[in-house]
């Protein structure tokens, strides 16, 4: 079974910086992309960053020249480095996998439980 787990969320001010991080574990086949997606209250979920199985990263306007995503595929691991938090930035953050679990199966997405961020003063 395919878990994905945020870690790194929390309470911090403008102009600071947060590290989340998404650990996944099972086993799978294939990964296509791990992304970062972010929902605030009333909004619709958004893709935040995402970064494919060749490297290739995508980033919201938004969040472009603060945020990086990156990965470590040694420990299973995708973190998204924020820097220079607005208050707009507030929302849960939840981590998406594109990937194929067996060969019996097509690729899904998976979804972690989410991390609350709040940037305020």
């Known amino acids: 079974q395919v878990q994905l787990v945020e870690s790194g969320g929390g309470l911090v001010q403008p102009g600071g910086s947060l590290r989340l991080s998404c650990a996944r574990s099972g086993n799978i086949v294939s990964i296509n992309a791990m992304g970062w997606y972010r929902q605030a209250p009333g909004k619709q979920r958004e893709l935040v960053a995402s970064?494919?199985?060749?490297?290739?990263?995508n980033y919201a306007d938004s969040v472009k020249g603060r945020f990086t995503i990156s990965r470590d595929n040694a420990k299973n691991t995708v973190y998204l480095q924020m820097n220079g938090l607005k208050p707009e930035d507030t929302a849960i953050y939840y981590c998406?996998?594109?990937?194929?679990?067996?060969?019996?199966?097509?690729?899904?997405?998976?979804w972690g439980q989410g991390t609350q961020v709040t940037v305020s003063a």
């Open positions: 970064i494919t199985s060749g490297g290739n990263t």
């Open positions: 998406n996998a594109d990937l194929r679990r067996t060969m019996w199966e097509p690729s899904r997405n998976y």
